[in-house]
């Protein structure tokens, strides 16, 4: 990567797993950063980049941030299964808060949403990314529903977004599922900056994998609109993590894995041809 914005980028969620790993691959970019999260920056500040810890719910802090900035890259919030009042805050209202600014700004978001916002979709399937939504708990309606604001935005406003569905971003895989839904920390970093340097965007999901053989289950995105294709791959890790296995009926049945399983009370799995629309 050697193009840089020309102006600077907001980072929320900055002090988490994936804003930092973002804050280290676009400053060295030279890049321009913006850096905020309600907990404090753990790594030596970047040149280029500045912090200043914010509340996603305080939307006069948020608005101020993203002053004169091109683009916000929202990785803030609850990013695992809580209770919903506990998701309600940080995840609904904070993420209409980035929209306004962005509105302000007429500045494009690159939101990390996810794929328990279409947990429920069974592993059999190979779904488009216009595809249903089946959140498989209150943090994956939550992505859900900041998809459906961004696109509020778009067909309103004219705020560009891209959803990125991220699948499992982590060092590296570990356990069976992830050798489908595995996305490399450089992947990453190499889509948020083409979602971040394509001319248009328009308001585009991208499925947020690696280039994995075991992803049959994800197709159809926007990939080619930011000009981003993956270049690692989970495959390498097949021999020893193909055993790795819940060995929980719903976890393995339905793409969001564990989510899915969690507080689940049906007696009995849905069954498919009940579960479409107007079924
Ligand atoms: N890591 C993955 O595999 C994965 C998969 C799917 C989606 N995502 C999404 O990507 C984003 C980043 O994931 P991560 O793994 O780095 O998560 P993380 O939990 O490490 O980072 C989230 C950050 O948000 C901050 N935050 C929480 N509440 C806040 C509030 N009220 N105000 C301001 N900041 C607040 C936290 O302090 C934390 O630093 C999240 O939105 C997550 O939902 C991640």
């Given at each position: 990567?050697?193009?840089?914005?020309?102006?600077?980028v907001l980072l929320t969620g900055a002090s988490g797993a994936l804003g930092r790993v973002l804050t280290r691959s676009l400053s060295a970019d030279g890049w321009t950063l913006r850096l905020t999260d309600i907990a404090p920056f753990p790594d030596q500040v970047p040149t280029g980049a500045s912090f200043t810890a914010a509340d996603l719910n305080d939307g006069v802090t948020i608005a101020r941030l993203a002053e004169g900035c091109g683009a916000i890259v929202h990785l803030g919030g609850v990013s695992v299964e809580r209770p919903f009042e506990e998701v309600l805050g940080p995840n609904i209202r904070g993420l209409f808060h980035i929209y306004e600014a962005a509105r302000r700004e007429k500045a494009r978001v690159i939101?990390?949403?996810?794929?328990?916002?279409?947990?429920?979709?069974?592993?059999?399937?190979?779904?488009?990314?216009?595809?249903?939504?089946?959140p498989d708990g209150f943090y994956g309606l939550s992505k859900a529903y900041g998809e459906l604001m961004g696109q509020l935005y778009w067909y309103k406003?004219?705020?560009?977004?891209?959803?990125?569905?991220?699948?499992s971003c982590f060092p590296e895989p570990v356990d069976a599922r992830m050798l489908a839904t595995w996305l490399s920390y450089p992947d990453l970093?190499?889509?948020?900056?083409?979602?971040?340097?394509?001319?248009?965007?328009?308001?585009?999901?991208?499925?947020?994998?690696?280039?994995?053989?075991?992803?049959?289950?994800?197709?159809?995105?926007?990939?080619g609109r930011v000009g981003w294709q993956p270049l690692d791959s989970?495959?390498?890790?097949?021999?020893?993590?193909a055993g790795k296995v819940?060995?929980?009926?719903?976890?393995e049945r339905y793409m969001g894995g564990g989510f899915c399983a969690l507080g689940y009370s049906?007696?009995?799995?849905?069954?498919?041809?009940?579960?479409?629309?107007g079924g």
């Open positions: 990567m050697s193009d840089k914005p020309a102006k600077p939101f990390a949403s996810s794929n328990h916002s279409i947990g429920f979709h069974e592993r059999s399937e190979t779904i488009g990314a216009d595809t249903q939504f089946l406003h004219g705020v560009e977004s891209v959803f990125v569905r991220i699948g970093s190499r889509l948020v900056a083409r979602c971040i340097l394509a001319e248009r965007v328009g308001c585009s999901v991208i499925w947020g994998a690696s280039d994995n053989q075991r992803m049959t289950w994800w197709k159809d995105d926007a990939r989970a495959d390498p890790f097949a021999g020893q993590l819940s060995g929980n009926p719903v976890a049906r007696d009995a799995p849905a069954p498919q041809q009940l579960s479409q629309p």
